[in-house]
């Protein structure tokens, strides 16, 4: 009984040169559908890029104003945070007066009562010590509140910050909104023939694809002939052979130049 061959596929290998994908493409028998799929991918690629490119700066300019409002945002709580703290040390410090007053009190009813001088010196020892602590706590209250009154005037002047933040985020968001909402129809349509397209393209033809757009600066990893002679990517002349070959469109035709995808503009 024939047992039938199973074709062996070699895993994808990020590195690996375009020898192994023309020797992939050499054995399919509709390389110039599959040509035609890379191009119109291609095709939609560019049209999409072109209409994020409408948007220009603001989707990065809306996320830095964002960045920023939070960051003033989390700035204004942490003050805040830091005014409820002067305003517990305030209550922490009027408590202490209480009972030092009532220390203060209780030492001078005292000094009615003393027998004798050793007892005297060292009840007005313990009402010295109070008065000091007495200071000290007033002390600690005049300077809480002086903070806050600083702490309140940079409330304010981060508020003042914030509106004017938020104004500035809330006009790029609706320049962004508009840009978007008047492309996303056209958008939608586009990202659908990618996908089209995308579905119809073999694993290790689309890894390589990928692979190019990501490595030249214009993004374009399938071009056409240009001036009947050159290649559309780096503008290097194509040999007459090579040329002959695009225009069949039989073979996957890889630029020596650059690395791109060359087809016959025709398909």
Do not use: W
């Not at 007495?134 to 940079?154: G, L, S, T, V």
């Amino acid at each position: 009984m024939a047992t039938t061959k199973k074709k062996v596929v070699t895993p994808i290998d990020e590195r690996e040169t375009f020898v192994s994908l023309q020797k992939s493409f050499a054995e399919e028998s509709d390389i110039r559908e599959k040509l035609k799929v890379l191009y119109e991918l291609q095709a939609a690629d560019n049209a999409i890029e072109k209409l994020v490119q409408l948007r220009g700066e603001l989707p990065g300019e809306v996320e830095a104003l964002e960045q920023a409002y939070a960051g003033l945002q989390s700035k204004k709580e942490h003050v805040e945070e830091m005014i409820a703290s002067y305003e517990a040390s305030i209550e922490s410090n009027k408590q202490q007066i209480v009972e030092i007053d009532a220390d203060i009190t209780k030492y001078q009813s005292q000094l009615e009562n003393i027998s004798n001088s050793r007892e005297y010196d060292s009840i007005n020892k313990e009402l010295e010590n109070q008065g000091l602590l007495r200071q000290i706590a007033e002390k600690n209250i005049n300077e809480a509140r002086f903070a806050i009154d600083e702490k309140k005037h940079d409330i304010e002047v981060i508020e003042n910050k914030l509106a004017i933040c938020e104004d500035d985020l809330n006009a790029k968001k609706a320049e962004l909104e508009t840009i978007v909402e008047s492309t996303s129809k056209e958008e939608q349509v586009l990202q659908q023939k990618r996908d089209e397209c995308a579905a119809k393209i073999d694993e290790r033809t689309m890894s390589a694809y990928e692979r190019i757009r990501k490595s030249v600066h214009n993004h374009l990893a399938v071009v056409p002939v240009f001036n009947s002679d050159s290649c559309g990517g780096c503008f290097n002349t194509i040999t007459p052979q090579r040329l002959i070959d695009v225009a069949a469109c039989n073979k996957l035709i890889i630029c020596e130049h650059c690395g791109r995808i060359i087809v016959n503009p025709d398909i």
